[in-house]
């Protein structure tokens, strides 16, 4: 489950939507905040 109620913050379901389509076409992610994708990393993101 990438969305967890406890950990919500402003921009988390963008985020969410953008690493679940990410994963799911097995690209990796480019950004200039590798913070808010980090969370991401244990379902194999890959960030750019």
């Known amino acids: 489950m990438l969305v967890n109620g406890a950990e919500r913050r402003q921009g988390s379901m963008v985020d969410c939507?953008?690493?679940?389509?990410?994963?799911a076409?097995?690209?990796?992610?480019?950004t200039?905040?590798?913070?808010?994708?980090?969370?991401?990393?244990?379902?194999g993101q890959c960030l750019v």
């Open 32 to 43: 200039s905040n590798p913070g808010d994708f980090s969370r991401f990393a244990s379902f």
């Open 17 to 23: 939507m953008i690493a679940a389509a990410a994963l």
């Open 25 to 30: 076409e097995g690209a990796a992610v480019a």
